[in-house]
């Protein structure tokens, strides 16, 4: 009887550790998902900078040709 006592305390102390170890690899996803979405954020604001700017060089470019 003491054996199974002792087997269904680890499972429970097994079975938390492994939830709190879910929960921080969770909280880090989040973590990483969220930086990732700043960089992906900003790396298409850059892109579209760019496209006008070059956009603005092309119209310029057809302007002088054409004067």
């Keep these: 009887m ?3 006592w002792r087997l269904i305390v680890a499972l429970v102390v097994t079975g938390r550790l ?4 879910a929960r ?3 909280s880090m996803y989040d973590e990483l ?3 990732f979405d700043r960089y992906r954020h900003s790396a298409v ?3 579209i ?3 006008r700017e070059l956009q603005d ?3 310029r470019q057809a302007g ?3 004067a």
């Design 2 to 4: 003491q054996v199974c």
């Design 33 to 35: 998902y969220q930086e």
């Design 57 to 59: 060089y092309r119209n």
């Design 45 to 47: 604001e850059r892109q």
């Design 18 to 21: 492994h939830l709190k170890a």
């Design 64 to 66: 002088l040709k054409s």
């Design 49 to 51: 900078k760019l496209s």
């Design 24 to 26: 921080e690899a969770r």
